[in-house]
Each structure stands twice: as structure tokens, then as C-alpha cells.
């Protein structure tokens, strides 16, 4: 691996109303020509259709496309180039990662349910463990009435 190869992760927003078909096409699209471009694909993902948080070029939602990927950084202007000349994309950002993406666990709900568990017991086990005092120096709750009582009349 070349020293001046760095990571990068572009997320791009396609419209919602194109075919399933149509976005695969884009995706492969992309990515034949990061290849071309001498770019690296390390990780290429549809992350769904999703809400925008505003209104983009009349859409109200987009079809959400995570690319990850390595190259000397020349590849990221022609790659940006052909998705501002699309007109199914409507938004595009390219950022510049520390090192590659770390790979995503396998989430067991069972998994984080047991442990989560264990945790609960331990924190009651702890609370239970120490010695009750009462931190209050006043005097008895009845006796602090009647304080109340005279110091009102």
C-alpha cells in the first residue's frame, strides 16, 4: 500500500422515485469508474430510502448510497464530476476518513438483552451492598412539622 493512498467515504442521495433496477445501475455505475479513476472500492452499500431533513429539488426523501473507498485523491473530482451531471442524483459529499471503516459487528438482540442484564444486577447488587445512612442532620420528619407550625404562628 502507497503511503499518499488515503480513505475516503462518499455519501450520495439518489432520487426516490427511480426503479430498484435503476439504482443498482447507478451503484455499479460508481464504482466501475472509481475503479477506472485508480480508486480503491472497499465498502459500497444501499442504506435505504430515508427522509430528508429538508426539501431537495422538490424531493422529500432519497435514496441514502454509502461508498467507501481508497485512492491518491484525484479520483474524487471525476467520480463528484459524473454525479453533478446526473440528474438522479441530487446530493453528493465526499469526506477524507483517518483509516478504513472498522466492520460492523454482528448485533444479537438476545446478546445485548443478557447483557444488559448482567449490568442491572451488578448495579443492584452495589446499591444493595452499601450501608443505608441518612445524610440529613434535621431532626425526625413529625418533630420538623411541629418546628414548622410554631416558627409560622
Known amino acids: 500500500m502507497n503511503d499518499q493512498q488515503s480513505y475516503y467515504e462518499t455519501m450520495y442521495i439518489l432520487r426516490p422515485d427511480i426503479a430498484e433496477d435503476e439504482v443498482t445501475n447507478h451503484i455499479e455505475k460508481y464504482n466501475k469508474l472509481l475503479e477506472e479513476f485508480d480508486g480503491t472500492i472497499l465498502d459500497s452499500q444501499m442504506r435505504g430510502k430515508r427522509r430528508l431533513a429538508y426539501q431537495i429539488a422538490k424531493h422529500r426523501e432519497g435514496i441514502y448510497v454509502q461508498l467507501s473507498h481508497q485512492g491518491n485523491g484525484q479520483h474524487i473530482f471525476k467520480i463528484e464530476k459524473a454525479m453533478r451531471l446526473s440528474d438522479d442524483v441530487i446530493r453528493y459529499m465526499t469526506v477524507k476518513q483517518e483509516g ?42 413529625k418533630d420538623a412539622t411541629e418546628t414548622k407550625e410554631k416558627a409560622e404562628s
Not at 113 to 137: G, I
Open 100 to 141: 478504513p471503516l472498522p466492520a460492523p459487528r454482528p448485533s444479537n438482540k438476545s446478546t445485548s438483552q443478557a447483557e444488559n442484564k448482567d449490568n442491572t444486577d451488578v448495579k443492584v447488587e452495589s446499591k444493595e451492598n452499601q450501608p443505608v445512612a441518612s445524610a440529613d442532620p434535621s431532626p425526625s420528619g
